[in-house]
Every structure is written in structure tokens, then in C-alpha cells.
């Protein structure tokens, strides 16, 4: 397992008003919204979620890194957890045209309204029970999703992760390294029920045998 940091800069390429987060608008009922996954996740008002989540090529060149770094071939298979769109997916295939993806969500308006290329490899599905047979999957990804389980689902959907991926593991989660981060990740946050220092991560981690490799991301 390593800290692997490949998210960095498309996390600073969005700008938050963690003040404004707070005070513009009832953010318990933002958050109880959000949580839904539904389309105000999605493509609503920014005070419930993304506020429009469209493809704009962003997830490019993390697919780039990603490909590359686990030496990701024409015949391999790939799966996506929290998919969402599918954004990431459409771009390892422009990376990799012949290998072949899968990914899951827990919002049916997500795969609903997934780019028309990847729909067909996409279905709902939850992290915790993941429908595909032991040691499916070359690479297993997951960006910004686990976070969002508590810490008994979280576990579960960890060993998910090892039992059904073969090769490469690799996921994204929110944490923090000092106050500042903290109170930002408190503030900014809608969906996420567990988030933790890097540190606290990888005890989890080792906690429950996940052997991936992981990154944070970080509220500055």
C-alpha cells in the first residue's frame, strides 16, 4: 500500500466559499438533500452538490496517470465505484480504447443520465455488495465516495474492493491534517459520514487487509 497523490489538481481547480457554505442557506437541509444522490446532487443548485455535473475533460489526465502508473492494457478490466456519470470511465477508454469497464453507483439518476458510451457498462449498486464475481478487475478505482459510508459499511465495502479486484487498487477519500482542514472539510461537506487524518486512514485500512493504495483530499 502507498499514498499516491493523483487528485491534487483537479481538487484545486474548483474555488469554495467554505464561509458562505454555512451561512447562506440551512445546511442541514442541504445536506439531507444531498444525500438523496439525486438530481439537486447532481445537477441542481450548487448549495446541494456539485451544481451541474457536466463532462468537461477535467478527469483526463488523472485517467492518464492512472492508466500509466498501474500499466493498464488493451483486455483489462477496470471498475469505477461511485461511477456517478461515468466521466472517468469514458476517459480511460480514450487512454485505453480496448479495455473493458464497469462501474457502480447508488444513484439511479447518475447511471440514468450517464454519458451514452459507458450507460451500457454502468448499473445502481452499493459499494458494500458489489455484484461481480472474486478477483473480477485488473484495477478498482473509487473517487470520492467511500467517505460517504459510515465506518461499519465502510469496512465492509473495503474487503469488497479486495475480493473482487485482482491486480491494482486505488481510491480517493476526504481527510485532513490540522484544524484549518478540518473546520474547511466540516463546512464544505454535504455527504461525508467518516473522514480522517492520513494517518488514521491507513490504520483503517490495515484495520480490515485493504491492500490498494489511497489519496486525501484536503480542505485547504
Not at 439525486?38 to 475533460?57: A, I, P, S, T, V
Not at 464497469?102 to 443520465?113: L, P, Q, R, T, W
Not at 452499493?126 to 473509487?142: E, K, R
Not at 465506518?151 to 487498487?169: C, N, Q, S, T, Y
Request: with cysteine; proline share 2%.
Amino acid at each position: 500500500m502507498a499514498y499516491i497523490d493523483f487528485i491534487s489538481d483537479i481538487h484545486r481547480s474548483t474555488g469554495r466559499d467554505y464561509l458562505a457554505r454555512v451561512v447562506e442557506y440551512d445546511k442541514a437541509s442541504a445536506a439531507e438533500i444531498a444525500k438523496r444522490f439525486d438530481r439537486e446532487y447532481f445537477d441542481g443548485d450548487r448549495k446541494f452538490g456539485y451544481g451541474g455535473y457536466r463532462y468537461d475533460g477535467r478527469w483526463r489526465a488523472f485517467a492518464h496517470t492512472l492508466a500509466g502508473h498501474y500499466g493498464i492494457h488493451a483486455g483489462d478490466r477496470v471498475l469505477d465505484i461511485g461511477c456517478a456519470k461515468g466521466f472517468l470511465l469514458h476517459d480511460l477508454r480514450l487512454e485505453v480504447p480496448e479495455i473493458a469497464i464497469a462501474g457502480v453507483d447508488v444513484s439511479s439518476y447518475a447511471i440514468e443520465h450517464a454519458m451514452d458510451d459507458v450507460r451500457p457498462f454502468l448499473q445502481v449498486a452499493n459499494a458494500v455488495a458489489l455484484p461481480f464475481a472474486d478477483h473480477s478487475f485488473d484495477l478498482v478505482v473509487s473517487v470520492n465516495t467511500l467517505h460517504n459510508l459510515r465506518l461499519p459499511e465502510l469496512a465492509r465495502a473495503l474487503k469488497e474492493i479486495e475480493r473482487v479486484g485482482r491486480r491494482a487498487k486505488y481510491i480517493v477519500v476526504d481527510g485532513y491534517r490540522d484544524e484549518r482542514e478540518k473546520m474547511n472539510l466540516l463546512y464544505w461537506q454535504l455527504t461525508c459520514e467518516t473522514f480522517l487524518t492520513p494517518d488514521a486512514w491507513q490504520w483503517l485500512f490495515d484495520q480490515v487487509g485493504y491492500t490498494g493504495d489511497f489519496a486525501c483530499v484536503f480542505f485547504t
